[in-house]
């Protein structure tokens, strides 16, 4: 009894969703956090007459055929690349990119990753980072003696000195754009990596070429929305019961079936 079977399909892609819905509620409180949402598509299907076939009893064509699905599977885990809130925190070094765009990161490695967290730190030289310590790109270093600095919305930084009326400009925060941003893939930590199906990151300035802006002083909040996460996982546990119930009717009748003498 193929129902068995497709009901457990069933079962593990309401799994799934869940453990997609607790992520999404661990991180509700992640700096530019995007939510997740599991998607999924039908399995191929049992035919049992062809529609469009010749019928054998008269010769007329068969207006519908007879298909039995198999189950459902996964299809992909698609990320909301909705902006979350901006919240004012009053840090001189926090920026929120208003709009689409990633902050650069330079890894360890060499390579590059991307982004949207502007929690932004100093190391003891000066050089500006992320909360992990990956330099930013391209790399910029604030003076010791610099008693405040100043980020405007196309990302250029600038630095006060006692002793000085004007600002002396120390270098300027790019963004990164990609053709699908749903195509990046997460590796931890707030960072992007850019594959195949997200395209090339298209580097440049802020509020140029569909790019956002920078605001400083505040932070994109995570785009969870916990109301809708909790009526989620209510669908999910009440699919995950009705699949359940569909082994528990199948397994009876093949124990009534069993019991046919």
């Known amino acids: 009894m193929n129902a068995l079977k497709i009901a457990a399909t069933g079962m593990a892609a309401q799994q799934m969703r869940v453990e997609v819905i607790s992520n999404n509620l661990a991180n509700m409180n992640t700096t530019a956090y995007n939510a997740r949402r599991a998607e999924f598509s039908d399995l191929h299907y049992q035919q049992i007459q062809r529609a469009g076939t010749i019928s054998a009893s008269d010769g007329s064509v068969l207006p519908a055929g007879v298909q039995l699905g198999m189950g459902v599977r996964p299809s992909a885990v698609a990320m909301d690349v909705s902006q979350g809130t901006v919240k004012q925190t009053g840090g001189l070094l926090d920026v929120a990119i208003e709009g689409a765009g990633y902050l650069e990161i330079s890894l360890p490695s060499g390579g590059a990753a991307y982004t949207r967290d502007g929690a932004l730190k100093l190391t003891g030289d000066g050089q500006v980072v992320t909360s992990d310590g990956y330099p930013i790109v391209p790399d910029i270093t604030i003076p010791d003696d ?105 397994d009876q009748m093949l124990g009534a079936t069993t019991q046919i003498r």
Do not use: H, P, W
């Open 146 to 250: 610099a008693r405040d600095i100043s980020i405007n919305a196309s990302g250029e930084i600038y630095a006060y000195f006692s002793g000085q009326v004007d600002a002396q400009l120390l270098g300027q925060l790019t963004l990164a754009g990609f053709t699908n941003e749903k195509g990046l893939e997460a590796i931890g930590g707030n960072l992007y990596i850019e594959t195949a199906a997200s395209g090339t990151a298209r580097v440049g300035e802020a509020g140029v070429d569909g790019l956002g802006n920078f605001r400083q002083g505040y932070l994109e909040q995570s785009s969870v929305d916990a109301v809708r996460e909790i009526t989620e996982l209510i669908e999910a546990q009440r699919g995950y019961e009705l699949n359940a119930k569909v082994i528990t009717a199948a």
